[in-house]
């Protein structure tokens, strides 16, 4: 069975601090798929990054960066300097490989870790 | 580009009615999901259709909950007879084979 646990539930930073969101899965398949997602106030769920499971190299894009660790089973999302927009939920989700005829990733979400960034 | 697109966005019901959800997929995209969201059990995926097929619906709570996909750009979830604890915000979501999910704003659901 797979399972997603971001063990913070709740992060306060102020504006420009860095933070980092936890994510550490579990899952018995070798090849698989690892993505955050953010859900802003206003209730939409936005893809940010998908990796796989073959590809540990971190990957940067403007002021969001992620650190993937199979050692450890983790993929952690790094926000440096936060800004106010910066304040959602969080969610780091697996998906197993796509399987022939399963046409898409099926995944499970963990619980989320909601961002506050105080101005 | 329109993205996927739920309605109704909110939705009140008394206990007992019956209630459909309704969503239209990205154009072209060929998977289809159902999740939904409560603050207890996050987010669940209920359902997911591939080329208008369901494919595994093992995350459906009962019987009570059915959905449908009569074309590549509709789909609905159905709740008969709706209750209290069906409360939460159903989204949808679609995607290309291979390529990641899109999802729709939500439909925030109160059966009283």
């Known amino acids: 069975a797979q399972k997603v646990t971001q063990a913070q539930t709740e992060i306060s930073v102020v504006e420009k601090e860095d933070v980092t969101l936890d994510c550490v899965y579990e899952?018995?398949?070798?090849?698989?798929?690892l993505f955050w997602y953010k859900q802003p106030p206003s209730g939409e769920l936005v893809f940010l990054i998908r990796r796989n499971s073959f590809d540990e190299q971190n990957e940067i894009s403007g002021r969001y960066s992620w650190n993937f660790q199979k050692s450890t089973s983790s993929f952690n999302f790094t926000i440096t300097a936060s800004q106010v927009v910066d304040s959602a939920v969080y969610f780091c989700?697996?998906?197993?490989?796509?399987?022939?005829?399963?046409?898409?990733?099926?995944?499970?979400f963990g619980k989320g870790t909601k961002l506050s960034v105080i101005p | 580009d329109a993205g996927v697109i739920q309605s109704p966005r909110h939705e009140v019901t008394e206990m007992g009615q019956e209630v459909t959800l309704r969503c239209k997929p990205i154009s072209g995209h060929n998977s289809l999901f159902w999740y939904r969201q409560t603050m207890m059990r996050g987010l669940e995926l209920l359902i997911y259709f591939n080329n208008n097929v369901p494919i595994d619906d093992s995350g459906m709570p009962e019987d009570r909950f059915s959905a449908k996909m009569p074309n590549a750009s509709f789909s609905t979830l159905k709740i008969q007879p709706s209750e209290p604890r069906d409360s939460a915000v159903y989204f949808c979501?679609?995607?290309?084979?291979?390529?990641?999910?899109?999802f729709g704003n939500g439909t925030r659901l109160t059966v009283t």
């Open positions: 989700a697996l998906s197993e490989a796509i399987g022939s005829g399963a046409g898409s990733y099926q995944l499970t």
């Open positions: 899952t018995r398949d070798t090849t698989y798929y």
């Open positions: 979501a679609s995607s290309l084979t291979g390529r990641p999910l899109h």
